[in-house]
């Protein structure tokens, strides 16, 4: 174990590998993308000295990443009130079947998840999390645009849509900080995690309404006598969420000492 935490040797903990307690600790384990060997979040020299600044960095990563899965959870529910308005000889159950099937795939998943995350590490569960949300906006963007589009088809992209909520019982396993410190970091990771729902609701309007960034044809909306491009409502999220799964693989870090729920984030 590393001693007491000394303000006057934080100094060490930046710089080349180090040895303290007669333990060398190399320091470049700590840097983006690495794999950790060495992680003691309750030891306070540790901490203050390196853990605090790399268990923030993981947290940052978590929490953008967690917006972008909350986004693609939310979309289809957006998109789907708009169907009918656009050609989509759906009936009203079958709407409503489409918009509640998301709910069903994320409740589902979150069983997985919450399992597969300590397994593979964070990094790599972020990372692998965030990449496979662009298969459902890629493909709703496609079906979208085609009224003849089937509904077993579109029941298929919504329940693929709601894997984007099964995230965010794995990422508020921040368990890389310190006890006393756990309670505040699942707090910032949920609660702005949430702001993707707010987020897809407040843009989707305007984004369908833009000719500019269309990838595709527009429709008219029956109600409005308007073009709209729903498949903006999709296709506008996946360089976000490309550059997200990125920043996940190579800004986090993994941890290979444990692989519980109780120590193995960050």
């Known amino acids: 174990m590393l001693p007491p935490y000394d303000p006057s040797l934080a100094f060490l903990y930046r710089t080349a590998p180090t040895e303290v307690a007669g333990r060398s600790y190399d320091l470049a384990q700590y840097h983006p993308g690495r794999e950790i060997t060495d992680w003691e979040p309750e030891n306070e020299f540790f901490w203050n000295a390196v ?97 003849s589009t089937s509904f077993t088809t579109m029941a298929t992209i919504a329940a693929l849509c709601g894997i984007g909520g099964a995230n965010f019982p794995s990422s508020l396993a921040n368990s890389s900080f310190p006890k006393r410190e756990k309670g505040n970091a699942t707090g910032v990771n949920g609660a702005l995690g949430n702001l993707g729902v707010s987020a897809v609701q407040l843009l989707t309007p305007g984004v369908i309404t833009m000719s500019v960034i269309a990838i595709g044809s527009g429709r008219a909306d029956t109600r409005t006598d308007e073009t709209v491009y729903l498949q903006n409502a999709a296709f506008v999220w996946v360089p976000i969420v490309l550059a997200l799964a990125a920043l996940s693989w190579f800004g986090q870090n993994h941890l290979r000492s444990v692989r519980r729920p109780s120590l193995d984030s960050g």
């Open 51 to 147: 853990g605090r600044r790399v268990a923030r960095r993981s947290l940052r990563i978590a929490v953008l990443a967690l917006v972008v899965a909350f986004v693609v959870w939310q979309v289809w529910s957006v998109t789907a009130t708009d169907l009918a308005d656009v050609g989509f000889a759906f009936t009203t159950s079958q709407l409503f079947w489409l918009t509640a099937t998301p709910g069903l795939t994320d409740g589902t998943s979150r069983m997985i998840y919450t399992f597969l995350g300590p397994r593979i590490g964070r990094r790599a569960f972020t990372a692998l999390s965030t990449a496979v949300l662009v298969v459902p906006l890629i493909w709703l963007g496609l079906a979208i645009q085609d009224p």
